[in-house]
């Protein structure tokens, strides 16, 4: 399965592999309950991947046939986090881009980076399946990028909740983009990335993905107060919202 298809509400969490302790405490169920209650809003928005028109004007642009999205919302990319990523790309032109989360996002960013003139794309997800399939869908395009599939384990730091066990990474990266592991996992659990944000480079960007979810705006505050050497904003764009960091 990828993005081509149609998927469920809420992500895949139960066939996770993780390494170590994976049990949630009370207080992680709770933290879970009561997100999952007041951000009802926001999930049912996330639905709506983008209209029909920006979609056909993206895949245009990127010269891909109209059929390369067919199934965007949910807690897949919509439409505006693809655009905005593809603006950056060809415009900021980075050598390296590592992403956690694939499927949408992986086949717009390797488009984008070969119509930028090469870069190296580094993927991570957490489920093995779903990387061959994303791997086997960008090879249909002519495409290419380092798809690793990767336990969970848990996150760094004095952060709740889980995040992908990448091992070592290069420095330098001009453009990370977090779109995983799911808020399932702790509403919080995407704020692990930071201990990857010493790997930024001088100018590069983080791009955080459902930056409008209550969860993720707390981690953006947190971010905001512990790394005073980016600039953090939020966007508007699309359904989820999107908060841009940049090294300065």
């Not at 029909?52 to 439409?79: Q, T």
Request: net charge neutral; with cysteine.
């Amino acid at each position: 399965m990828t993005s081509r298809e149609a998927t469920s509400l809420l992500p895949r969490f139960g066939d996770t592999a993780v390494i170590g302790n994976a049990s949630r405490s009370l207080s992680d169920w709770l933290s879970i309950i009561a997100f999952g209650a007041i951000q009802w809003p926001w999930l049912l928005r996330s639905l709506n991947g983008g209209s029909m028109e920006a979609r056909i004007a993206l895949l245009d642009r990127l010269h891909l046939p109209h059929d390369a999205l067919p199934n965007l919302g949910s807690w897949k990319a919509d439409i505006g986090l693809l655009t905005l990523v593809t603006d950056y790309i060809l415009e900021h032109r980075p050598n390296l881009v590592v992403e956690f989360g694939a499927g949408a996002s992986t086949l717009i960013l390797a488009r984008a980076l070969q119509q930028a003139g090469g870069g190296t794309l580094i993927s991570f997800d957490q489920h093995q399946d779903f990387v061959d399939a994303t791997r086997d869908w960008l090879l249909e395009h002519g495409l290419e990028a380092d798809l690793r599939a990767v336990p969970l384990r848990p996150s760094p730091g004095d952060w709740p909740g889980l995040w992908y066990d990448h091992g070592p990474l290069p420095r330098d990266i001009d453009l990370m983009l977090i779109d995983g592991p799911p808020w399932t996992i702790h509403p919080f659990t995407r704020g692990g990335a930071s201990c990857l944000f010493d790997h930024i480079a001088p100018g590069g960007t983080i791009i955080l993905d459902d930056a409008a979810r209550p969860g993720e705006r707390i981690v953006a505050r947190r971010w905001g107060k512990a790394w005073p050497d980016f600039r953090f904003e939020r966007r508007r764009s699309g359904s989820k919202g999107t908060l841009i960091g940049t090294r300065r």
